[in-house]
């Protein structure tokens, strides 16, 4: 399968599914935050996967109705909880943490 596939599957799976707690959401995504971890060589689908999951977290909920099929408060309660932990996560970086695409 190819691997753009493999990846949006996986980050749909990550960001709108109930068997991913928050707790652990940010550490199976390969966020980087130390200079130590970005010398590390990384996996390009790993990479890719983290994108796509954040980028659903924050797309339009109506877009994202036809992904789940979950009740209406119980998927925004999930997605709620997993962006503001993505932001907080995103607001903790520091300049140098950050890397360009």
Known sequence: ANSFLRSFMAAVHLSLSRTVPERS??????????AKARRKPQRGE?????RFAVGLL?????E???????????FRDMVA???A????????LSFSDLSPA
């Open 64 to 74: 994202l109705n036809r992904l789940h099929s979950y009740t209406e408060t119980v």
């Open 81 to 83: 909880s997993k962006q």
């Open 85 to 92: 932990l993505v932001t907080k996560h995103l607001e903790g």
């Open 25 to 34: 959401f940010l550490q199976i995504l390969p966020f980087q935050t130390s």
């Open 46 to 50: 790993f990479e890719l996967t983290q």
């Open 58 to 62: 924050f797309q339009s909920r109506t």
